[in-house]
């Protein structure tokens, strides 16, 4: 089962929020444990696009200025995303 698919990214967030606002203490430690394990994986996931997209506003840059701001936060997402991970 390593077949990946494609959602929208809309629908992506809308699930995420709706895991962020579900209380699960009230459950078995193994819901719990799958609960963290799916919410952990798909905000990996929203970090990883969110990454992508700072560096394709790299590429998209009209001027070297606006290029090396859009590295530099691309850079900051990077260190960030691989500090929180």
């Not at 696009?49 to 506003?57: G, W």
């Not at 701001?69 to 995303?81: D, N, P, V």
């Amino acid at each position: 089962m390593s077949e990946n698919i494609k959602i929208p990214l809309a629908l992506l967030y809308q699930i995420i929020y709706l895991l962020d606002n579900i209380e699960i203490f009230n459950y078995c430690e193994a819901v719990q444990s799958d609960y963290d394990n799916v919410l952990y994986a798909l905000n990996k996931k929203k970090a990883s696009l969110e990454l992508r997209d700072a560096y394709a506003d790299i590429i998209k840059a009209k001027s070297d200025d606006a290029r090396h701001q859009a590295k530099m936060r691309y850079l900051q997402q990077k260190r960030a995303l691989q500090e929180d991970w």
